[in-house]
């Protein structure tokens, strides 16, 4: 079974660049939920062809966790040589980059997952359409090339870039994928990289892609489940199913309202504990 089907986490995601053979073997030893080994924008032209080796070396050993491979968009002259690689390789899922609109997807079989890149205004526009196709899994947010285009200003809360965030979000969600928030490219900053991943849950994202190892950990950590946050759920399922026990259609637990939509959130939190701590 493809890993990336069998309802693991992805609260982290690293990127790391292909033509970076010591950087994939550190890869190896860490523990994010996915790695995107990068043939695409982390890699100079006159590097690809070698990048591609270096990923093909990459994947003829196990690894921990899921492997993905970000190819070269369609219309370069990587395009072809990236794909046959991600297919014939052993990799979890193809990463798409710069998703403009379905049709750029219908030509491409559901052999492997694919996780498209919404980067552009157009992919932000197409985003419900793109998420409804059979064959992509999920849907990561590429919020550089995406403020470049909207011409937005930085700014610390991402506020131009909100509604682009929450469209990706809506859009996944519609359809049952994953949504997985931008990378923070200050690694310098960790405190600004927490306040960004507490956003992106916030929005309802699911994980984070991450460009750097020391930033697993903090993406882990907001994106999954404390121990007071299943102790929480487990109050609260325990709370009605006393209530259904006395016959009662809702329950209250610490002064709210519980109703089954509540406790499906709870049992979600709980599974979520289960996966990354068991």
Known sequence: MNPLRSGLPLRSVLYVPGDKPRAIEKARTLRPDAIILDLEDAVAPEHKAQAR???RDALNAPWPVPVLIRVNGAGTPWAHDDHHLARNAGAAGIVLPKVENPHALHARGPDLPIWAMIETPQGVLNAPSIAALPGVTALLVGANDLARALRTRPHPDRTPLLHALSSVVLAARAHGKTPLDAVYN????????????QQGRTLGFT???????????????TFGVSAAEAGAARELIGAWEQARREGKSVATHRGALVEQMHVDEAQEVL????????
């Open 186 to 197: 200050d690694i310098r900053n960790p405190d600004g990289f927490q306040r960004e991943c």
């Open 53 to 55: 080796e270096h990923v």
């Open 271 to 278: 599974a979520l504990w289960g996966v990354t701590e068991g």
């Open 207 to 221: 994980g984070k892609t991450v460009i750097h190892p020391d930033q697993i950990e903090g993406a882990n950590t």
